[in-house]
């Protein structure tokens, strides 16, 4: 297995900063995804998870500070070039027109492809395999908008492989799973960073699942890191209470030996402040 | 599918939308007012007929196809770039400079008697047309990127206001020029010489080219734009590009043949059903089945009120405009084909 210290953080930001116009979103955040490592992003609505990941896709050059991928500056690579290293499995993918399922994998193969090729038989086989890993082989021939918003996720993260990334951005892929399919989609996620070193850095808001899978987590709030360091050091009663200003209650899952986290009812919460 | 069935498909689809297209011409070719059949040319013949296939009807016949396609693939193109089946060439706006172009000919200069002859109208309303696409261009781009949005509201403004100056233009013309605004504005296949037509379809065949290269781009730009970024596709490249070829198409048959209308709806709209929403099918498809639509809807025109004409706008739309209900009433898919 390659340590990630040895290659060097595949997915990386120093300093980062972005605005939406006059409105701050992401300040200052400095954080690094070593290949074949689950890395979380964690923190209340708004944030700035999902504009960190956005920045690091590609999709808004305009920020300050550094975002790197594969040691190169995001806003420096080609799309062509970013898209054979990065994948990216948005939070709600949208499809414009009637692809079929193969088809939509298939598109994974876009930017190792020449302009007017066809895909070849590897790209197809890759696509196969992708379908199949994710458990979708029964979906490859069915229209994308006849399928369910858990088996469209399925099938966006078919794509994501089929690229063959070394990184690999999720944007909360598990909020429309059932909690079977989200099991399934985080196997799925741990076997491909362990197995292909791909370096995975996944927005979470379920704090169950980020214990249980994130080799580290970083927490956010109003833009800032928070606390950043492994699972069980961040996922703490003091810092998810400073940084989600609610009550949780943080004991050990008796199974799995990892963190289980519990968010408390307000009234339990007004009496412990009483 | 496999890559090289991917590849016989397209072989299929661009021999069977070519045969139609084939069966069309020669069908055009052979009716129309005054007796000459096809096979004057290749045997001993008299010379009235040879004139009027070499000179009248296939001039006529290959413009109506190459209008017809470069229409249809503009349609096609619009639509993957708003992402919206809905979208016609008409919509973002270059055919309503184009309108005006051509009627201020008509109304205040190139005569059909003038040196330019029948090239003044199409000259000034091509101007009209590249006018129209750069101010457009120049208010939908916002930051150094071209919005999608702004360029559909721009065009829906900019459509609006050509209306209302084509009515005031009308409003001011006398009755005899009113009757060629209206002709030109209801869209016919005019005649050209040879040479003309040979240069319109080197231009519309070169631009079709340069689109169909950008077909895989359009297949993911369906995922939106962020999701085609993250494929690796330059979207504002792509989405530029589109905006200026697709537009150039339709400022060239707009210029010819006036507004003929739901060839870029209704052809793209069918092909997608049967072939699917692959772009690298659909385009070469659109260009070949626009064509053969539109040289049949032409010979509508032709024959359907012998011997005078009407304008093949008037066809389209009576045809394209029930078939379009037909297709989305007689179907459980939604307008996206779903």
Partial sequence: MTSPAASGPVVEARGLAFAFGARQVVTGVTLEVGAGEIVGLVGPNGSGKSTIVRVLSGVLPGYDGSARVAGREVRSISPRELARTLAVVPQEPTFGFAFTAIEIVLMGRHPHLGGLAFESERDIALAEQALVRCGAADLARRSIHELSAGERQRIVFARALAQEPRACLLDEPASFLDIRHQVELYDLVREIATEQHVAVLTVLHDLNLAAEYCDRIYLLRDGRIEAGGATADVLTYPNLKRVFDTDVYVDVNAVTGKLLVVPLPGRIQRRSDA | ?338
Avoid at chain 2, 286 to 303: I, K
């Fill in chain 2, 1 to 338: 599918m496999s890559g090289r069935a991917a590849q016989a498909r397209l072989a299929g689809v661009v021999l069977g939308t070519g045969a139609l297209l084939g069966v069309a011409l020669v069908l055009a070719a052979s009716v129309g007012a005054g007796r000459a059949s096809l096979w004057a040319l290749f045997g001993p013949a008299d010379e009235i007929e040879r004139a009027i296939l070499l000179d009248v009807r296939l001039p006529r016949v290959v413009l109506a196809a190459i209008l017809g396609g470069a229409l249809t693939v503009a349609g096609a193109v619009f639509q993957a770039l708003l992402r919206n089946p809905l979208a016609d060439p008409y919509v973002l706006g270059v055919s309503g400079g184009a309108s005006i172009g051509g009627i201020v000919a008509l109304l205040f200069g190139a005569g059909s008697a003038t040196i330019l002859g029948s090239l003044g109208v199409p000259a000034a309303a091509f101007a009209g047309a590249l006018a129209a696409l750069l101010l457009i261009e120049r208010v939908a781009t916002v930051g150094g990127r071209l919005s999608v949005y702004t360029l559909l509201l721009t065009g829906a403004i900019f459509n609006a206001f050509s209306a209302a100056l084509i009515y005031f233009l009308q409003s001011i013309a006398s009755l005899e020029e009113l009757h060629g605004i209206v002709f030109y504005l209801m869209g016919r296949i005019p005649s050209y010489a040879a040479s003309e037509i040979a240069v319109l379809g080197f231009a519309v065949v070169a631009t079709v080219v340069a689109l169909t290269a950008m077909a895989r781009d359009y297949n993911a730009l369906s995922l939106g734009e962020e999701g085609a970024r993250q494929l690796g596709v330059d979207v504002e490249r792509v989405k530029r590009r589109t905006f200026v070829l697709g537009s150039l198409l339709t400022a060239l048959a707009v210029s010819v043949a006036g507004l003929v209308g739901f060839v870029g709806l209704v052809v793209p709209h069918v092909l997608r059903r049967l072939l699917g929403p692959d772009h690298r099918l659909l385009l070469p498809a659109a260009f070949l089945g626009g064509a053969a639509f539109l040289v049949l809807a032409d010979l509508v025109a032709r024959v359907l009120v012998a011997p005078s004409e009407l304008p093949v706008g008037v066809v389209t739309a009576l045809v394209g405009g029930p078939f379009f209900l037909y297709l989305l009433r007689g179907s459980t898919r939604d307008f996206t084909g779903r």
